[in-house]
């Protein structure tokens, strides 16, 4: 009997899509004057890392709501105002050093509201955190227009650097991936996806689990509010705009279904969120790097990818079924 392999075609597409945009936007870049590839080059490598780093960030505490097969659509405005009442309160008591843990703190007091209101009040997560993103948007314009543009404090410029930064994203990568892999968070998490009354009849903790997920949802928008001003160096209006965008966007182009359960993995925001931004900055290497024709090669990719994966989750379900009616065959005729 041979050995059923544990690799799924929808695992497997999300690969074959950053492979090919890799490959495609580094042909792309091929430059006759230099006789190099541009994509290739060390500064352009470094910069579409730290490009990536804030949504990977982001993406990687949502991820845990997403595989309960919810959503959140707030943290583009939780990582603004995270990041703006964080530098306020440092600039207004005096302690620079608060701006971190305020700008965490907020950020994860947001994401406990929205698990909250999900868990206990069902209210459908994409409803409220769709109200709460035009609702925040309007509070942190307030502020801005109140407390005008503020820079990140001389003390906290290490942020800045390069090296701190990808050792942070690193640290912070590792953590999540094992907290989303190997611990009951994140297994009870594609639990709930899967299919939340068979999850309750068998323990899971569901209004706990829900509370949890969007509070590192929560706590990692506060944390990309803090690359965030680590990278542009000033907080601004601008800030997390259309950042719940792009994070949904890299969770999906990476394969994971709207539905969450089983199709979640970690490795795939990381494909999702780097061929995002290979695609941006592939065609900034063209000179096509006008706003319309990016969002149209990701808007038009993505539906090609939730396509094919939709197609192929249909299709190891049919075969599943397909399996399992040759097996009660085979047991009634040897029974």
Do not use: C
Not at 73 to 86: F, P, T
């Amino acid at each position: 009997m041979k050995k059923k392999s544990n690799i799924k075609l929808h695992d497997i597409i999300p690969f074959a899509a950053f492979v090919v945009i890799f490959v495609f936007f580094t042909i792309a870049s091929y430059n006759p004057r230099r006789g190099t590839f541009l994509m290739l080059s060390p500064n352009n490598l470094l910069s579409v890392l730290e490009q990536t780093m804030q949504t990977i960030i982001v993406a990687s505490g949502t991820l845990f709501v997403v595989a309960q097969g919810s959503t959140d659509m707030s943290v583009g405005v939780n990582l603004a105002l995270s990041g703006v009442v964080g530098v306020w309160t440092g600039y207004a008591t005096g302690l620079h050093f608060l701006i971190i843990p305020v700008t965490l703190l907020v950020g994860t007091l947001i994401g406990l509201f929205n698990g909250f209101v999900v868990a206990k009040l069902k209210i459908p997560s994409f409803m409220l955190t769709i109200a709460l993103l035009i609702g925040i948007r309007g509070l942190v314009n307030y502020i801005q227009t109140k407390t005008g543009v503020q820079a990140l404090p001389d003390s906290l410029a290490f942020l800045k650097s390069s090296p701190v930064k990808i050792a942070l994203f690193a640290v912070i990568l590792i953590i999540m991936a094992y907290m989303f892999e190997f611990t009951k968070i994140g297994r009870y998490s594609r639990a709930i996806g899967e299919n939340e009354n068979t999850a309750r009849y068998v323990g899971v903790p569901i209004t706990k689990m829900k509370v949890i997920a969007f509070a590192l949802s929560g706590l990692m928008a506060g944390m990309g509010g803090v690359f965030s001003l680590a990278y542009v160096g000033a907080t601004s209006q601008q800030m997390g705009v259309f950042l719940e965008m792009r994070v949904i966007t890299a969770i999906l182009l990476g394969g994971v279904l709207v539905t969450g359960g089983t199709s979640a993995k970690f490795y795939k925001i990381l494909l999702g969120s780097f061929s995002i931004q290979i695609i941006i900055n592939g065609l900034a290497l063209m000179n096509k790097s006008d706003s319309y024709i990016s969002q149209s090669v990701q808007g038009i990719l993505l539906l090609i990818i939730l396509a094919l994966t939709a197609w192929s989750g249909t299709r190891n379900l049919r075969s599943g079924k397909d399996q399992e009616e040759v097996s009660s065959k085979t047991e009634s005729k040897e029974a």
